[in-house]
């Protein structure tokens, strides 16, 4: 058996060898990946694992009469006569598929410039595992020691991935790109003579010098759990509810799905034939873009190897455009918007790159004391959300506001809506946008939901 490939000569051998085969059009992912995650529990080390992982995904194209005929196959081993048969199979799978008139490649616009977005500092491959077992221990000593009534943790953890992606196509593009993801969360326990509660925090990177401090992620998700010690139900009221920043970014992840092509030529999506209307109050704007410095989503090219790029989405409350990638277009009569999505073993679908809300000028604080009376969400729990028709139910937890003054922590309750109702109702719009993924918000007033207690 030959030795493996790396990523870029398995992808244009695997080109190669697929047109060989018969087909008309391909292309092709390979994806290395090395991972480290340690988690401690009080000082004790709780476990490690160090995983490192590499696939090649083949798509192939064939003539099939009224359309292309496409078949995507995978492995994890990169030797020359793996990738060869692989590809003779491809093809094979193809021929026995039925032809798609919207299947193919994209139609032009890949990617040509290789912009430096700060996926990486190459310096952090030096930390060491005892390095993040030293940073998870900080933060788990900060969380117990914020307190007494810190009583015990569900463990402080640390983690750092760095994954190479290289991409290649018939049309004789083949890029390449190293990224890495760093993180640090703690979730400690708090208990007094009203029960016991969790919560916990985190801070998310591509460099280790994007992380907050370990000490004051312990100390924050200490906050947090203290925060909700005497929690109690409310009696059910149509109120204000307010989301922090945390618990706003769901309901623009929420929105994400029903932004996608597919949901929306499936007419799965309550947004789906929506396209210039006005869905949400004009505070809302909504921006995804691939190339935003730093990113944890960003990366010069999506999973079609198209450049990446700024969309508006949604602004000032309208809807304009769609997440795309060149299927789902195809199928609206549209252009692809860049957010091809796309592992090793799959073809393409659609994904949000860096997708946020943007700002107000509103603090949180005045936000609150603007409001007479409502709830401030600071955790949701569940998937109660239909992408089909809007509606929305999650349990959820928080803070009671009265006389725009947090008066006592709330648990036990349920907030219902509907999405395309909420984002119309939308009041009031923070400055407090935070970044703890590829989704981002500050917090957000929804002028009236249901919130149902005792």
């Known amino acids: 058996m030959s030795a493996a490939l790396a990523g870029p000569d398995a992808v244009a051998h695997a080109l190669e060898a697929v047109r060989r085969a018969g087909a008309v059009a391909a292309d092709a992912v390979a994806v290395e990946s090395d991972s480290v995650e340690v988690r401690v529990r009080d000082a004790e080390v709780d476990h490690v694992k160090q995983a490192r992982e590499r696939g090649l995904g083949i798509r192939a194209f064939v003539n099939g009469g009224d ?39 994209p139609d032009g616009g890949f990617v040509a410039d290789r912009p430096d977005l700060g ?96 000490a004051d992620v312990g100390r924050e998700a200490a906050r947090r759990a203290l925060g909700r010690l005497g929690a109690r139900r409310v009696p059910t009221a149509e109120v204000p509810v307010i989301f922090d920043p945390m618990t ?45 410095p730093g990113g944890l989503g960003s990366k010069p090219f999506d999973g079609e190897g198209l450049a990446t790029r700024r ?3 949604v602004g000032e409350g309208r809807l304009e455009t769609y997440l795309l990638d060149s299927y789902s277009a195809r199928k609206l009569g549209l252009a692809s918007t860049g957010n091809a999505s796309r592992g090793v073993g799959s073809g393409p679908g659609v994904g949000a790159t860096n997708l946020w809300l943007e700002p107000g000028d509103a603090t949180l604080d005045e936000i609150v004391a603007d409001t007479p009376r409502g709830l401030l969400v600071t955790s949701l729990f569940g998937h109660g959300f239909n992408a089909v028709n809007g509606d929305f139910s999650r349990g959820a937890a928080g803070v009671w506001i009265e006389g725009g003054k947090r008066t006592h922590p709330v648990e036990e309750i349920t907030i219902a809506g509907n999405l395309g109702r909420m984002l119309l109702d939308v009041d009031a719009v923070g400055s407090d946008l935070l970044w703890l993924g590829r989704v981002a918000a500050p917090s957000l007033r929804v002028a009236r939901m249901t919130v149902a207690g005792e």
Do not use: K
């Open 67 to 105: 359309g292309l005929a496409t078949a995507v196959t995978s492995t994890s081993d990169l030797s020359p006569e793996v990738i060869e048969r692989m590809a003779a199979e491809t093809v094979a799978l193809a021929r026995a598929t039925a032809p798609d008139r919207h299947a193919g490649l």
């Open 119 to 214: 996926l990486l500092d190459p310096a952090d491959r030096a930390s060491t595992v005892e390095d993040r077992i030293a940073r998870a221990r900080e933060a788990e000593a900060a969380a117990r020691g914020a307190d007494p009534r810190i009583s015990n943790s569900e463990g402080s953890e640390a983690s750092s991935d760095f994954a190479r992606v290289a991409f290649g196509n018939s049309e004789g593009l083949l890029a390449e790109y190293e990224s890495a993801h760093h993180g640090i969360s703690c979730m400690p326990v708090a208990r007094d003579g009203s029960g016991m509660q969790t919560d916990y925090w985190m801070s998310v990177g591509r460099r280790l010098a994007d992380l907050d401090a370990p």
């Open 248 to 292: 706003a970014r769901s309901l623009v992840g929420n929105l994400v799905g029903c932004l996608s092509g597919y949901s929306v030529y499936r007419e799965a999506s309550f947004l789906a034939g929506r396209l210039g209307d006005v869905i949400a109050d004009a505070r809302v704007t909504v921006v995804d873009d691939g190339r935003r």
């Open 311 to 313: 969309n508006v989405v």
